[in-house]
DNA sequence: TATACTGCATTAGTGAACTAGTGCAGTACG
DNA sequence: CGTACTGCACTAGTTCACTAATGCAGTATA
């Protein structure tokens, strides 16, 4: 796992969408301890307090729930949150786009055509502004 | 015309908005000249600087063309230039939903259905957090 | 109970984005 | 030339998101 300090995207919200990722993908299984605080801190070499506003937001997704002493762990329904959550947030890009295209007097046809577009090329990496 | 300062989008960039969609619409016609900062600053209530804000982004976008002690003018490939630019934000919205979705596993079907979902629900102000 | 772990709350520093104040430079016109 | 408009450049203040430093509170184990 990997922290770009340069890009535009604050580092918690690397970390969570990584940990989200992971759920996601089974790599974390339900009521498993995950990574505790200063130990994710000290491997990604950043404040505790950081991996903790990651955490948070996971927590409010229903991805993970906390024991105070104990660590933070998967939550049983963990996938479905996920799946859930990445749908709404997919949902809400989506909806940007629409709303943009919309006002800027395109017909939905052509709405459809750019989305085709994008969804073809599948190779993008479209991160990383110095 | 109305701005809302409470919205979490800046200023400048509602009015560079509205005027964008304005040409896009054919309200300004080609090599007309647009208000002056100073009077839609005056009408907007905000500083001239924040009009000349939201102009420098439509010049960057090869929307207007400025003179200086004349006034800034509609140019004549504005219509064109729009629907490009707003093809390219668009594109990038669209870019942001799949990349999403993809780092969430949801497969390609999957993602066209969420499309479409949000496509269908036309009328959506998601506008305006306190 | 002492120790070593856990999450959490409070406060502070830093940097970037946004907006505003002010003055300079160019153009048209009487 | 002088006036009244235009855009533009420079500087400053304000706000807010992000990150960090530090200390408190809960839990397990010897």
Redesign the interface.
């Known amino acids: 796992m990997s922290i770009n300090s340069n890009s535009h995207v604050p580092i918690f919200r690397q970390i969570a ?1 990584h940990i ?2 992971g759920i ?2 089974g790599i974390y299984q339900p009521d498993e301890m995950l990574p505790s605080l200063r130990a994710l801190a000290l491997e990604l070499v950043v404040n505790p307090n950081t991996i903790q506003r990651a955490y948070e937001e996971l927590e409010r997704e229903g991805l993970v729930y906390s024991r105070r002493g104990l660590g933070l762990f998967v939550a049983r329904q963990a996938v479905r949150s ?2 859930s959550q ?2 709404d ?13 919309r ?4 017909p ?1 046809d052509e ?2 055509h ?2 085709s ?3 073809a090329r599948k190779m ?1 990496k ?1 991160g990383g502004k110095s």
């Open positions: 969408e989200r990722t996601s993908a996920a799946r990445s749908q947030d997919v949902e809400k890009a989506f909806a940007d786009g629409i709303r943009l295209a006002s800027a007097g395109l939905d709405i459809r750019v989305f577009k994008s969804l993008d479209t």
